[in-house]
């Protein structure tokens, strides 16, 4: 019973994701929802595993999680290429085992690295509050500047900062960008995912922050399964900053920087 409640709720959102994903060009706060509605649809997809789904919702959740785990191993694939050999930090939420989306994240960004980085410590922020993760980065912990800081504060000697997170909503408390600010020599570089990069053009583009991978403004939803590699799966929904093609990149996509 309760697992056709979860399959009719899942519908109704898939509807809901792909008429707003239609009306997205048209309408501003169409396509914030079809990204709501999509977390809906793979929340429910999860739970009909958990209670014995069937082949094709195990197959939706694969396909979501490839285009999950191309975000990161794309990202660690260039970091291989610009910054091999750095000691590397990466900042995750509290790990969990029964997680495949975080497990899968976690894999694709080892990947990524390949032998070219392999000095590499994992840690989590201690937030007020821990909540459990059910798709990757879709639901995280709240964490907050000064999370972030005691959390970096434990290594001094990490050259390269990863954020599998999102950063803090306040980055003007962050002392990682005010020690950028302060010594841009000396400070680590940053590499971060899916994050909103508005307020952080000029980091891009001067070099503290060396990859940022950013959905695609203008890719449109469809009701498809993600292509097989990785690769193709991160080139259909996202794009790849960095500061050799952050300003081919703004005036290309002009949704990056809105000008206010």
Known sequence: MLNIVVGGMMAVAFVGMIVCAKKQNDIPVAKPLAIGLLLVVVICAIVMLTLGGSGGTETIVNSEMRYSASVPYTVGKKLSETMPGTKTLVVMNKPDPQNKFQQAKLEALKKGFGSSITDITYDYPNTAEQTNQTAGSMLEDTMMAKDLNKLLSRHRNCKLIVMLTDLPYDLENMKLLQQYQNNKKNAPKLALMSTNVTQLGAYIQTGYIVAVAVHNPNYT??????????????????????????LSMAKKYPKLFPRR
């Open 221 to 246: 939803y469809e009701d498809k399964l993600a292509p097989e590699t990785l690769e193709k799966a991160f080139n259909e929904r996202y794009l790849l900053l960095t500061p050799k093609n952050v």
